[in-house]
């Protein structure tokens, strides 16, 4: 006993070297905040640019982590491990990209501030802190460092009334699953009196838990599902995706729809794997219901949006039940393909959002399906990227989103669910409709819009990277398999 | 003696009225935050009930965690409200959405 009270008491401040990039990246908002202070309103770029270097240093603090093995500090409430590493560069390299689109838009809209740029930094923070999270109390403390900076992000745009609107509802339903997460978790921590994972790791897989002990883990696990599934978005606790991305400046939407997405599939794998792993059976089954539903709700009515950001939105939903899928299986490779799954999404979801920011005009906001029409005539290479993203987005070979299906399916197949794939892939089917009726009016219809699509270069040039990457990793899809399946 | 089954009991009673308080009320935006408001204190009963039947502080630190996140989160709601009544001029649910599809 003594024993380990020393050990919680001991702080060796080289193991301080594991929390480098956070510990880089908050030092360098601060910073980042002062000097956005001080700079007249001619000068912000530089706030971009230093937080775009900022995100970079952190990028490669994180890259130079890889491979150091499993290493616990802070008396085990923070892990570094390849999975967190990996996750975090993930994240990095798309805050990246999203900042980089995102660029044009704040200009012709007048949201080019420093605090957009801060916050979005804070977000990022905060989703490291999840990713890296080891005891119910980090992982809640970077759920509420990501949410609380999302709020504001979203409701950036004042004078807007819809971005008002979408970052209250975030904000009222976000409180909410936060409020159940945490009635999960005290349940948790009631039952075997530790908030580390690795501790109820251990309780959870003991052989002498009682009925009632069970039952109360059960109780706490259900919630804890719930909250993930609310920040995941997936049905039937979606309600608040669509009004968000539709309401949301789209640069936000970008970047709401794509990084938390691998944060919240880290919290998942951090609570429900490591932590709860041995209640495998209970959470497979709530995450079956959680697919099939957010699979079907999210292919069918994405049939009948007429606003592009709200067709993505579901679109995502759609996705997300991939996910869950993969999860449900309860393999390996089975977390491997939802991770490989959760990387090409959002790789496709910063490029269509990507090329929707490319309509933008000044004073006009690309919202609808029918702006895409005659963008073959307008921008032939951005109409074929858009046909690139879409056509991988429903999952049609050689593309990278076929083969993180096909990774998911497989799966599911082999773990015996055989009717769950079918219906998968019927939704899947049903969705390439609303996918192809974008390439359909990009390329069959008419526009009185005849003016060429004006963007900035660095702008043009990342996102044909984007949608080449798309065509290209779906070309080796094993070798980034394999690194998915590295993190467990 | 008050058992902990019955800080328990307490805690859900009042978690309970805090959900339901959502699902009902869709008029006022300010009675929603306090409805949160309601979950959160629940749960911080929990935590502190919990940490003292089991003789462990990690409960109670928790709970600080957690005041001081609610804190914040109560800021950003009421800044968030107040431009909502800038632009629409009311906060009531039903007239101010518009987010619809």
């Known amino acids: 006993m003594s024993n380990t009270a020393q050990n919680l008491f001991q702080f060796d401040t080289s193991t301080l070297v594991f929390a480098l990039p956070e510990i880089f990246l908050l030092s360098s908002i601060v910073v980042i905040l002062l000097i956005d202070v001080f700079l007249k309103k001619s000068f912000k770029n530089i706030t971009y640019y230093l937080s775009q270097i900022a995100i970079f240093i952190t990028a490669l603090l994180s890259y130079s982590l890889i491979g150091n093995g499993e290493q616990i500090i802070f008396s085990g409430s923070f892990i570094h491990d390849d999975l967190a590493a990996i996750f975090k560069v993930a994240m990095m390299v798309a805050s990246i990209v999203v900042l980089v689109y995102s660029r044009t838009y704040l200009n012709i809209h007048n949201l080019f501030k420093g605090e957009y740029f801060v916050l979005v930094l804070l977000a990022i923070l905060g989703m490291m802190v999840m990713v890296s999270g080891y005891s119910l109390l980090t992982l809640y403390l970077g759920l509420e460092i990501l949410s609380l900076s999302l709020y504001t992000l979203i409701a950036i745009a004042r004078s807007r009334a819809n971005a008002v609107e979408a970052g209250l509802k975030y904000f009222v339903l976000g409180a909410i699953a936060s409020g159940l997460l945490l009635y999960g978790m005290s349940m948790i921590y009631g039952i075997n009196g530790s908030l580390n994972i690795s501790e109820i790791a251990q309780f959870a897989s003991g052989a002498s838990l009682q009925s009632s002990q069970q039952l109360i883990l059960n109780f706490g696990l259900v919630f804890i599902v719930i909250g993930v599934a609310f920040k995941l978005g997936a049905v039937p606790f979606h309600n608040w995706v669509p009004d968000v991305y539709q309401g949301s400046p789209t640069s936000v939407t970008m970047f709401l729809s794509s990084v938390p997405k691998i944060a919240a599939v880290a919290m998942l794998i951090r609570l429900l794997i490591e932590g709860l792993g041995s209640l495998q059976d209970y959470w497979s089954d709530l995450f079956i219901a959680l697919a099939i539903l957010s699979i079907g709700v999210g292919s069918l009515v994405a049939l009948m949006q007429s606003n592009i950001k709200r067709m993505l939105a579901y679109s995502t939903i759609s996705h997300i039940g991939f996910i869950l899928l993969g999860f449900a299986t309860g393999t390996m490779t089975g977390y491997g393909s939802a991770v490989f799954y959760v990387f090409t999404y959002v790789l496709m979801s910063i490029a269509a959002f990507g090329v929707v920011i490319l309509l933008n005009n000044k004073g006009f906001e690309s919202e609808l399906i029918s702006d895409f029409k005659g963008l073959s005539k307008r921008s032939p290479w951005f109409a074929l990227m858009m046909l690139i993203i879409m056509l991988s987005m429903a999952g049609i070979p050689p593309f990278i989103g076929f083969y993180s299906k096909f990774f998911i399916l497989q799966q599911v197949v082999n773990s015996g669910f055989i009717e769950l794939a079918i219906i998968a892939v019927i939704f899947a089917v049903i969705s390439a409709y609303y996918y192809l009726q974008i390439i359909k009016s990009m390329y069959f219809d008419e526009s009185d819009n005849t003016s060429p699509i004006s963007s900035s270069m660095d702008t043009q040039l990342v996102l044909s990277i984007n949608a080449v990457l798309i065509l290209a990793v779906g070309l080796f899809p094993n070798y980034w398999m394999n690194i998915a399946l590295s993190v467990f | ?101």
């Open chain 2, 1 to 101: 003696m008050i058992s902990l089954s019955d800080y328990l009991i307490l805690s859900s009673i009042i978690f309970c009225i805090g959900l339901v308080g959502i699902f009902i009320n869709r008029k006022n935006i300010i009675t929603l935050l306090m409805c949160v408001e309601l979950i959160l204190a629940a749960v911080n009963t929990n935590f502190i009930a919990f940490s003292h039947f089991l003789g462990n502080e990690a409960g109670q630190i928790f709970v600080f965690f957690i005041l001081t996140v609610a804190a914040a989160e109560v800021a950003i709601g009421l800044a968030i409200l107040t431009l909502m009544f800038r632009n629409r001029g009311s906060i009531d649910i039903d007239i101010t959405s518009s987010l619809k599809g």
